[in-house]
């Protein structure tokens, strides 16, 4: 390293014991973070390789930002009592991952199935408003399906499940989005295991036929309130109809008594009319 990086403050041998620092991860951004081969070669499979092969090295470059591979894999690490948080989750399994950290991975696995780490589900917004269909998307730290592919991928059968049983809750409450969700992501299902896939499917086809029953059944008694409604309204017409018919014939009696009168020139009730109002003035 020149002077002028030097200068700059891009390194950082803050890991204890300092004096110790026998390696250097130089990262994307051109920092450089002094730490311990025996730390990493103990805990990254990667590692032990790349210096196996090059033992005289004393400097290693990263892929990895600072800011990314720092706070994300190397203070773990070092301390135990970092927590994993689960916003996080997601970027630390992926960088224990490529490291080959499976301490790290089993640690990331408990975050995913803790009650604090959510799983999320969102749709095309636009194509169910076009619809007409009101769909709202379900936020979480990471879709259903990513980790779906995740827990299939390292055969995690606890998270399986529990992505597989969401999707069936989304299924249940959720229909529409659901499936545009299974549609649009269509292409990460030929990578899941066999039995994780027939599982999902499976389970998919139960929550349909108890799906269509309780359309069925929620038709039937739709279709039971329409005929009561019908019924009721008949009933009502009928007894409109009757009024009718006995209005208009005492209307008729009425026009006959005015008639007669009339023609015997009986005037007494044209006394009963209300007087008509004169205009103004």
């Excluded at 009502?236 to 009425?254: C, E, N, P, V």
Aim: hydrophobic fraction near 40%; proline fraction near 3%; charged fraction near 30%.
């Amino acid at each position: 390293m020149d002077a002028q990086q030097a200068a700059a403050g891009l390194q950082d041998f803050s890991y204890a014991p300092e004096e110790e620092c026998d390696l250097v991860l130089r990262t994307a951004d051109l920092k450089r973070i002094g730490v311990h081969r025996l730390i990493v070669l103990r805990t990254c499979g990667v590692f032990k390789e790349l210096l196996a092969a090059c033992a005289d090295e004393t400097e290693v470059a990263v892929a990895e930002r600072y800011d990314e591979i720092k706070p994300l894999l190397l203070d773990i690490f070092y301390d135990r009592s970092v927590a994993i948080k689960p916003k996080t989750a997601v970027e630390v399994f992926c960088l224990a991952d490529k490291y080959e950290a499976p301490s790290l991975m089993q640690a990331c696995r408990a975050v995913f199935l803790s009650d604090a780490f959510k799983l999320g589900i969102t749709g095309d917004a636009l194509k169910f408003a076009m619809a007409g269909v009101r769909q709202e998307s379900v936020q979480g730290h990471a879709s259903w399906i990513d980790m779906l592919s995740l827990a299939s991928k390292h055969k995690y059968d606890d998270l399986v499940k529990r992505c597989v049983a969401f999707f069936l809750q989304q299924c249940q409450e959720r229909p529409s989005l659901a499936l545009e969700s299974l549609v649009r992501d269509r292409a990460l299902l030929p990578a899941l295991a066999q039995s994780h896939l027939e599982g999902m499917l499976l389970g998919l086809a139960r929550s349909t036929l108890a799906l269509d029953s309780k359309t069925q059944e929620d038709l039937q008694v739709a279709r039971k309130q329409l005929q009561e409604s019908q019924a009721e309204a008949e009933l009502l017409k009928k007894k409109l109809d009757a009024k009718h018919s006995s209005y208009m014939k005492l209307l008729g009696k009425h026009n006959r008594l005015l008639d007669k009168c009339d023609k015997h020139q009986v005037t007494w009730h044209k006394d009963l009319e209300p007087p008509q109002k004169k205009g103004k003035k």
